[in-house]
C-alpha cells in the first residue's frame, strides 16, 4: 500500500517542500499545483493589500472578497501548473529523455486543453496552445543558461 509522507524545509531564499503521494508523477503534479497556486494567492495578497492602501479603506466584505479571489486564482494557477508538469513528466517517459521538446509539447498541450476546458472557440485554443509550448521552451532554454 502507497504511503505518503510531508516534509518541509526553510532555507534563504528558498523554500522546499517534498510531498510523497507514493507515485513520482502524482508527486510532481502535486508539488506543482501547490507551488504556483502559492504564487497565484501571493499575487493576490499583493494586489488586494495595494488596492487596500489605495483607497485607505478595509472592510469585512473586502477581505472576504479577497479571500475568495485569493482561492480562485491560486486554485486557477496551480491547476495550470500540475497539468503542466504531468504533462512533461508524462512525455519524459513516454519519450526517454529530458529536453526541450518536452517542455514545449507540454505547454502546448497544457494550453490547448485548459483553453478547451474555458470553452473558448478553436482559434483562441491553437494560440493558447502556441503560447504554452513558447512560454515553457522559454522558461526551459533559460534554464539551460543558468
Do not use: Q
Amino acid at each position: 500500500m502507497p504511503r505518503g509522507g510531508f516534509s518541509g524545509s526553510l532555507s534563504s531564499p528558498k523554500v522546499d517542500v517534498l510531498i510523497d503521494m507514493g507515485n513520482p508523477f502524482i508527486n510532481r503534479t502535486v508539488d506543482g499545483f501547490l507551488k504556483i497556486g502559492a504564487v497565484g494567492a501571493c499575487k493576490v495578497v499583493a494586489e488586494e493589500t495595494f488596492e487596500c492602501l489605495n483607497r485607505g479603506n478595509v472592510s469585512k466584505h473586502k477581505l472576504e472578497h479577497a479571500l475568495k479571489k485569493m482561492c480562485k486564482e491560486g486554485a486557477y494557477w496551480g491547476t495550470v501548473a500540475g497539468v503542466y508538469v504531468g504533462m512533461e513528466y508524462g512525455l519524459e517517459r513516454i519519450r526517454g529523455r529530458s529536453d526541450w521538446k518536452n517542455a514545449m509539447i507540454g505547454g502546448a498541450l497544457t494550453g490547448a486543453l485548459i483553453s478547451a476546458a474555458s470553452n473558448n472557440h478553436r482559434d483562441k485554443v491553437i494560440k493558447d496552445a502556441i503560447t504554452g509550448g513558447a512560454v515553457a521552451t522559454t522558461v526551459e532554454f533559460i534554464n539551460y543558461l543558468t
